[in-house]
Nanobody
Framework: QVRLVESGGALVQPGSSLRLSCVVS????????VGWYRQAPGNERELVAI???????TYGDFVKGRFTISTDRAWNTVYLEMNNVKPEDTAVYYC?????????WGQGTQVTVTS
């Protein structure tokens, strides 16, 4: 069993910066990739960023250089650095893990961008 717990969501103003964290825990598993997805009310869940164990990174088209995904050396924590956030970035952000024992999601953390 793999557990992912997000934190860092907040209510911020446009143009602000924010860092989301996702702690990955469990026993006897191998991570193939970790990622961040988001879902706004009435919308489908969409990819924000994904990082593979080989170091490949993919960002959603809307990111446009504003966000950065990273991990600590042991891949215990996954980060999403968000800069110059916009009102349209308002959503619940979910951490996702693709492992050799299955796919796992965190419970989500709310990001609200409003003036």
């Amino acid at each position: 069993q793999v557990r992912l717990v997000e934190s860092g969501g907040a209510l911020v103003q446009p143009g602000s910066s924010l860092r989301l964290s996702c702690v990955v825990s469990g026993e006897e598993f191998t991570l193939y990739s970790v990622g961040w997805y988001r879902q706004a009310p009435g919308n489908e869940r969409e990819l924000v960023a994904i990082l593979t164990s080989r170091g490949a990174i993919t960002y959603g088209d809307f990111v446009k250089g504003r966000f950065t995904i990273s991990t600590d050396r042991a891949w215990n924590t996954v980060y999403l650095e968000m800069n110059n956030v916009k009102p349209e970035d308002t959503a619940v952000y979910y951490c996702h893990g693709n492992t050799d024992v299955g796919l796992y999601w965190g419970q989500g953390t709310q990001v609200t961008v409003t003036s």
